[in-house]
């Protein structure tokens, strides 16, 4: 969507330095989170190939179980390598989840051939992708089985907005007339809108009123948050 969106208006010019960019993709259920940075985001994709057959005459080359340990491996060494904190996030570290695991076989008695999985990462801006890739690999080159390696999506982290510029001073200020709160700012994980415009050098701010259920069954945004935002908006915008 934002390829046709945001992107698509970016290329045509419309808009200036002179702007104000506030996007509403994240926040708290106080109101009084303003985000200045996002982690780097990497998701991966990982098949491990073995011999498929029936389960009473295992090969010793299981897809799956060998797929298994390199997950747990791969995990370990992110988890390790990549093991800084930083405050200004929120959690402070990077992140890295098997999030996916792909369909095998349909019977219970078939060795599968192949297994896939997939690892969500969030990494701080510290790190550079290119070295978490390179040790992936290698992870995978000291197996014995064959491996493939894919990315399914890349986004490098842009450079943060500056905690003192003028958008997130506009929402500080109004939060604190309107509301009475103390704003605070800092970075999360989570990919927004905000990054597109960060990249050519905008400077933007993602706040919003919400209860922090993405993703989760039942997930839902309040229509009281979404009123009282719009008295924020309309005092910035004064």
Not at 41 to 59: C, D, E, M, N
Not at 205 to 230: F, G, L
Request: net charge negative.
């Amino acid at each position: 969507g934002s390829k046709y969106g945001i992107e698509y208006l970016i290329e045509r010019g419309i808009f200036s330095d002179e702007d104000l960019f506030l996007v509403p993709d994240a926040g708290s259920s106080k109101g009084d989170f303003i985000e200045i940075a996002e982690k780097s985001i990497l998701w991966l994709k990982v098949t491990v190939f073995g011999v498929q057959g029936h389960a009473s005459r295992p090969t010793g080359k299981n897809a799956f179980r060998e797929g298994a340990k390199i997950m747990l491996d791969i995990d370990k060494m992110l988890h390790d390598k990549y093991s800084d904190k930083d405050e200004l996030f929120e959690p402070p570290v990077s992140t890295f989840e098997p999030t996916r695991v792909e369909k095998t076989v349909d019977n219970v008695n078939t060795v599968p051939g192949n297994f896939t999985f997939y690892i969500d990462s969030r990494v701080l801006p510290v790190y550079n992708l290119d070295n978490i890739i390179k040790d992936v690999e290698r992870v995978l080159r000291d197996k014995e089985l064959e491996t493939k390696l894919e990315i399914v999506m890349r986004q490098d982290a842009p450079d943060p907005t500056p905690s003192d510029s003028e958008i997130v001073k506009r929402i500080s200020s109004a939060l604190k007339e309107v509301r009475g709160i103390e704003a605070r700012v800092g970075g999360i994980g989570g990919g927004t809108c905000a990054a597109f415009f960060r990249r050519r050098g905008f400077h933007t701010a993602v706040w919003s009123t919400i209860d922090e259920t993405a993703h989760q069954p039942n997930e839902y945004k309040r229509i009281d948050h979404m009123v009282e935002d719009a008295k924020i908006f309309a005092k910035i915008a004064i």
